[in-house]
């Protein structure tokens, strides 16, 4: 069965301590890896979608990377403002257009 | 660009009612839509896949009498809550997608309370 699985489930990091987020999944022959940010009482908001292994993106203090089996999203000097639940979803053949979204990373940034 | 808005934000209201939740994709055209709900520190759970003209596609679990969903046009998405419940109170979250291996874009999500 097609997993995607996010560790920590939870990180706290001091402002400026830079750190990264994993998504590893199982599905086989990926359509596409999608990160998102998702603020309490808000929907998620896009950041990234990544196609194939060896492939980057970067935004800001956020820089996604994808081999295949996992992902990684790394945060550079954090703020506070990058304070957040961070998702990632995966998108396999022969599931329509169907997400598998991950649990999630609450991170925190203290000043 | 790619903005997806979601009316109404909260609502409450008393059990038995019907609610209508609409999701619009304003700036491009959605193929398909996706209905979520999500609980409390919990992840998405997907409800339902639409693809404008045609059936929604329902989850294992999810009643299609219950939830109503309708794709009229590749802009507009809705989801009624028929003869809502208590049990029924959540955070419900549309997407939408345009064609190929695009992103889904999330609109700001509907807080239901029954009361």
């Known amino acids: 069965e097609d997993q995607v699985t996010q560790s920590p489930e939870a990180l706290r990091l001091q402002e400026g301590e830079s750190s990264s987020l994993n998504c590893s999944y199982t599905?086989?022959?990926?359509?596409?890896l999608f990160w998102y940010r998702q603020d309490p009482g808000k929907g998620p908001e896009f950041l990234f979608t990544l196609y194939s292994a060896g492939e980057e993106k970067e935004k800001e203090r956020l820089k996604a990377t994808l081999t295949k089996k996992e992902s990684f999203l790394h945060i550079t000097a954090p703020k506070p403002e990058d304070s957040a639940t961070y998702l990632c979803?995966?998108?396999?053949?022969?599931?329509?257009?169907?997400?598998?979204f991950g649990t999630g990373t609450s991170l925190t940034v203290i000043p | 660009g790619a903005v997806v808005s979601q009316h109404p934000s909260w609502v409450i209201c008393k059990s038995g009612t019907s609610v209508k939740i609409e999701c619009r994709s304003l700036d491009f055209q959605a193929t398909t839509m996706f209905w979520y709900r999500q609980f409390p520190k919990q992840s998405l759970m997907l409800m339902a896949t639409?693809?404008?003209?045609?059936?929604?596609?329902?989850e294992q679990g999810v009643e299609k009498d219950k939830f109503l969903i309708n794709h009229a046009s590749l802009t507009l998405s809705t989801l009624t809550v028929t003869s809502a419940h208590p049990e029924d109170s959540s955070f419900y979250i549309c997407?939408?997608?345009?064609?190929?291996?695009?992103?889904?874009?999330f609109g700001d999500g509907t807080r239901l309370s029954i009361l």
């Open positions: 599905v086989s022959g990926l359509r596409g």
């Open positions: 639409s693809n404008e003209g045609s059936k929604a596609t329902y």
């Open positions: 997407s939408a997608q345009g064609v190929g291996n695009q992103p889904q874009h």
């Open positions: 979803a995966v998108q396999a053949p022969g599931t329509g257009n169907q997400f598998y």
